[in-house]
């Protein structure tokens, strides 16, 4: 390989098809126009969490899909969000020597090669929900059928087996039916489950929609579960925040900035898992100027504290498109007294 100067330019001598994927605040493609102007320094990076693009690639031969190049990258971004050159050019550097290195073991004899990228700064495991979802999603895009564990979730979730034994299916076969949400009657097979699932497939389910533009036949029985939490005060955040998350990417922008208003109206709006739920997963939600004061009053008024507010603030005014709408409820002359304090102390003043 010659002349490689990003990741682009190594996945193009490759010779095989490619795709990128966001794994940060969910799992979704990147075009590689996208990600290209990423690299040359002309865009931010779309969806930055924490400082970083968390991206998985999958690379694979189009003759045999088993011979797959997968790779999970956290790469540091700048203030501005634009990737840090010096970081993205040791990457290119480390995985050219794990190529050479497994080309001379390989010329040698040898039948284990050590993985130059093992040790690496930019290299990161996925958590269960996000490696199925990426599993499932990298499958669709080369066209191969879901895993073996895709059918034993669409019984399931028909009730085929009772909802209760949810303990025997697997996260990958939820992630499937997630992904195929479209295909196969699946919408419909959900929707009828929705409202009878116990607490945990449940959480997990809404953890693999996230990532996908369901539409109102998905919505409507979510919002149905999701009003009945937050009306209750004494329902879990966690099963509350399950139902945001499941419909945070969702085609409904108009139902989901009510629902997160009644939310954000509600004595559940202080609790932590919902701040972060709506930072993390409704980002694009804060561009309406009213859901975006009432959360950040939300949270300068919880029990958090400025470092919690000092943080989610930083994390959510790095995502291009979100700085201008944010600053200018950070400045609205109506905001409280609470809000105006956390403010200051994290302008410094």
């Known amino acids: 390989m010659s002349d490689i100067r990003n990741l682009c330019d190594f996945l ?73 050159y010096a970081a993205r050019d040791d990457l290119i550097y480390r995985m050219l ?9 390989q010329n040698a004899g040898k039948s284990e090669v050590e993985d130059a990228m093992r040790n690496s700064p930019y290299g990161f495991t996925p958590n269960q929900e996000r490696m199925a979802v990426f599993h499932a999603k990298a499958l669709k895009t080369m066209g191969e059928p879901p895993s073996k564990y895709y059918d034993h979730a669409r019984d399931y979730f028909s009730g085929k087996l009772g909802y209760d034994q949810w303990a025997f299916v697997g996260i990958q076969g939820i992630a499937d039916i997630s992904v195929h949400w479209e295909e196969h009657n699946n919408a419909e097979i959900l929707a009828k489950a929705i409202s009878q699932l116990p607490e945990q497939p449940f959480d997990a389910l809404c953890k693999c929609l996230e990532n996908e533009q369901i539409t109102t036949t998905l919505v409507e029985p979510l919002l149905s579960r999701f009003h009945r939490l937050v009306g209750d005060e ?39 898992d919902l701040l972060v739920t709506l930072s993390g997963r409704c980002w694009s ?63 410094g003043r």
């Open 12 to 84: 193009e001598q490759t010779q095989n098809p490619y795709r990128i994927f966001d794994l940060g605040r969910r799992v979704c493609k990147l075009s590689n126009e996208q990600f290209t102007a990423f690299e040359r320094d002309n865009a931010p990076y779309p969806y930055p969490l924490q400082g970083h693009a968390w991206i998985g690639i999958v690379n694979w031969n189009q003759n045999n899909h088993d011979e797959q190049l997968v790779l999970f990258l956290k790469l540091p971004l700048d203030e501005g969000g634009r990737l840090v």
């Open 97 to 105: 020597k794990s190529f050479k290195d497994t080309l001379d073991a």
């Open 234 to 272: 004494k329902a879990n955040p966690l099963a509350i925040s399950a139902a945001l998350r499941a419909i945070s990417f969702a085609q409904t922008e108009g139902m989901r900035h009510e629902a997160i208003k009644r939310l954000l109206e509600s004595p559940h709006k202080g609790n932590l």
């Open 285 to 347: 939600d804060l561009k309406n100027a009213e859901l975006c004061l009432l959360y950040l009053e939300a949270l300068a008024n919880s029990s958090h504290g400025s470092q919690l507010f000092n943080q989610l603030l930083a994390d959510i005014l790095y995502i291009p498109g979100l700085r201008e709408p944010v600053m200018a409820q950070i400045k609205n002359p109506n905001q409280s007294i609470a809000l105006a304090t956390m403010v200051k102390s994290m302008l």
